[in-house]
């Protein structure tokens, strides 16, 4: 384990062109996927109160006009998220890798739309949006796909657009873990370390908030959830040897 937060993407990308990453990748994201189309509708039934995410949430879609493209970055069953920003009036993308969450998400909300996509292959074919949120999605990533994903979410934002964070408080890069009766790798940072992360990224904190949250299920314990309220900021992402 790194102390230093950037550091994590000194190394070799995962996903460089050799095919036996490639493969490795592919096969990280489809237990990841099948962990997630096995926890379903358990999701929203060990985690019902989200009012730190309904806050984030809220403060999102007080600073887009009607009409705004907002992407949900591992949208899960799109709830509430999903459902909240549509029912604020914003047009909302929800990407999520798991077959199982994104039927739960198209069901909850049939005015969003849904695609199975990995976060780590959005390009700017997808346009450009005003507003991202990824809530508890990218702790499912390595430390440097993290990284990766923060840069790439930078490139597909709008100039003063909006990014909102979750993660959960932990010094783990990759760690597998039993969540809700499922194996699942999983990440995190201290606080200021993800904060660091984040800026080194290209992004301004303009909000940084934590809670103590006590899952409804025996083997998940109490965690300290971060949410992080960001901006773009006007420096374009920095590049991978630019953060060391
Ligand atoms: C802990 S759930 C959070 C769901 C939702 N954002 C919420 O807060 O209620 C994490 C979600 O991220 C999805 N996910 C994991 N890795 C992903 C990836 N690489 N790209 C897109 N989605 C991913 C999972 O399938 C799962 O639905």
């Known amino acids: 384990m790194t102390t230093d937060p950037t550091s994590a993407d000194t190394g070799p990308p995962e996903d460089a062109p050799s095919g036996g990453a490639t493969n ?54 799109g709830m509430p998220t999903a459902r909240q920003l549509v029912d604020a009036g914003l047009r909302v993308t929800g990407i999520d890798i798991s077959a199982g969450m994104l039927d739960l998400a198209r069901a909850a909300v049939p005015e969003a739309s849904f695609h199975q996509a990995d976060v780590m292959d959005l390009d700017e074919t997808w346009g450009h949006f005003d507003g991202v949120v ?44 039993p969540f809700l009766g499922s194996p699942v790798r999983l990440t995190g940072y201290p606080h200021d370390q993800l904060r660091a992360v984040v800026e080194a990224t290209g992004f301004e904190v303009v909000e940084q908030r934590h809670r ?20 773009r900021g006007t420096q374009a992402a920095p590049n991978r ?4």
């Open 24 to 77: 490795a990748r592919d096969a990280r994201r489809s237990a990841q996927a099948l962990a997630f189309d096995r926890i379903g509708a358990r999701y929203d039934e060990a985690f019902p109160h989200k009012q730190e995410q309904l806050a984030a949430g809220e403060w999102l879609a007080a600073r887009l006009e009607p009409g705004s493209r907002v992407l949900d970055v591992g949208c899960g069953t």
């Open 134 to 177: 990824a809530f508890f999605s990218l702790l499912m990533l390595p430390r440097r796909q993290i990284m990766a994903a923060l840069r790439l979410l930078h490139g597909l934002l709008t100039p003063a657009g909006l990014l909102m964070l979750a993660m959960v408080e932990a010094d783990l890069d990759d760690v597998e873990l």
């Open 212 to 231: 103590t949250y006590a899952p409804e299920h025996e083997d998940t314990p109490a965690e300290t959830q971060q949410f992080l309220y960001c901006r």
């Open 241 to 244: 040897s630019s953060i060391t």
